[in-house]
Nanobody, 109 residues
């Protein structure tokens, strides 16, 4: 059973940046995704990266967020720039049917 461990969340001011990391156990390369869930809202897909490296983003984060992967480290990243208060949520990493524990991102002045 794969395990996913996220890190990198925190409190940041509007316009600031954060980089989230998701380290997966094992050595195989799979498609991986970042989701987020704000209070009172449904969990939504933020970004996805396929095994060959193709990416796709939610419209709300296009041009601001970048998903990437370091295959040697079995790690996926989410670089988040120009953060807005509406980006505040718990961010989750997902691979197949496995979810990470989530990391809180709060954007506030």
């Amino acid at each position: 059973q794969v395990q996913l461990v996220e890190s990198g969340g925190g409190l940041v001011q509007p316009g600031g940046s954060l980089r989230l990391s998701c380290a997966a156990s094992g050595n195989s390369i799979y498609a991986m995704a970042w989701y987020r869930q704000a209070p009172g809202k449904q969990r939504e897909l933020v970004a996805i990266i396929t095994a060959p490296g193709s990416t796709n983003y939610a419209e709300s984060v296009k041009g601001r967020f970048t998903i990437s992967r370091a295959n040697a480290k079995n790690t996926v990243y989410l670089q988040m720039n120009n953060l807005k208060p509406e980006d505040t949520a718990v961010y989750y990493c997902k691979r197949g049917n496995t979810w990470g524990q989530g990391t809180q991102v709060t954007v506030s002045s």
